[in-house]
């Protein structure tokens, strides 16, 4: 499994971004992907994650009702559209995958971590 993720970039307060996970190794249709994001001196911080059927998502609370987490099989992608985004959003965003096909908000259960990409949100 070797990941990337792509799409960052620099918006404004209340603007949209959509990342993209790949996988360029093989199919990761069965293990469960999660988002995760570090800004400078803070912690890694759980965003998002998809089971591996696409029907199990789960968010962190400061994201929940603006990021949706999806995946599309078919293209082997994973994706993190992000809406009314606002500065505290600003950070490298990772995609990571599990061997499980059950999602975690806890990064240690991640076992393939890909280059992360910046988002800024200015305001």
């Known amino acids: 499994v070797q990941l990337q993720a792509s799409g960052g970039g620099l918006v404004q307060t209340g603007g949209s971004l959509k990342l993209s996970c790949a996988n360029s190794?093989?199919?990761?249709?069965?293990?469960?992907v999660g988002w995760f994001r570090q800004a400078p001196g803070k912690e890694r911080e759980f965003v998002a994650h998809?089971?591996?059927?696409?029907?199990?998502?789960a968010y962190g609370d400061s994201v929940k009702g603006r990021f949706t987490i999806s995946r599309d099989t078919a293209k082997n992608m994973v994706y993190l559209q992000m809406n009314n985004l606002n500065p505290e959003d600003t950070a490298v965003y990772l995609c990571?995958?599990?061997?499980?096909?059950?999602?975690?908000?806890?990064?240690?259960?991640?076992?393939?971590w890909g280059r992360g990409t910046q988002v800024t949100v200015s305001s």
């Open positions: 190794r093989r199919t990761f249709s069965n293990n469960a």
């Open positions: 998809i089971g591996w059927r696409g029907h199990v998502t």
């Open positions: 990571a995958a599990s061997r499980s096909s059950i999602g975690s908000a806890d990064y240690t259960q991640y076992n393939y």
